[in-house]
């Protein structure tokens, strides 16, 4: 796999969560409506992770990449995982960019990025 491309990045934030005790239950979940990055289960709490990537910050940092276009279409997404799980369950948008490459990075993970 190419050191950045967005699947790097997504097995890097896999494993940044992991080893924080999050469980992984799916990785580039599709659905008519978008594609979910990472969904994870920590503390009770269904994560929905948004995961960017760039070399450096020379046209901003990854995470400024996240639109609302993107952002509704990550709701919409998340709204269609959550209607196929047999019980409700508490959820939160997460978001985590990373600048570099697999040598060098470094690694910004928001709680709750996309609340008013």
């Given at each position: 796999m190419p050191p950045h491309s967005g699947?790097?990045?997504?097995d890097l934030v896999a494993r940044y969560l992991s080893s924080r005790g999050a469980e992984i239950l799916a990785r580039n979940w599709r659905c008519r409506?978008?594609?979910?990055d990472i969904v994870a289960r920590h503390t009770g709490i269904l994560l929905f992770v948004e995961v960017r990537s760039r070399r450096n910050e020379s046209f901003g940092?990854?995470?400024s990449t996240i639109t609302a276009r993107k952002r509704r279409r990550l709701a919409a997404a998340a709204a269609r995982f959550l209607a196929e799980l047999?019980?409700?369950e508490?959820?939160?948008f997460d978001a985590a960019g990373i600048t570099g490459d697999?040598?060098?990075y470094s690694l910004s993970y928001i709680e709750g990025a996309f609340d008013a």
């Open positions: 699947a790097w990045a997504e409506e978008g594609e979910l940092s990854p995470l047999p019980e409700p508490d959820c939160r697999p040598e060098s």
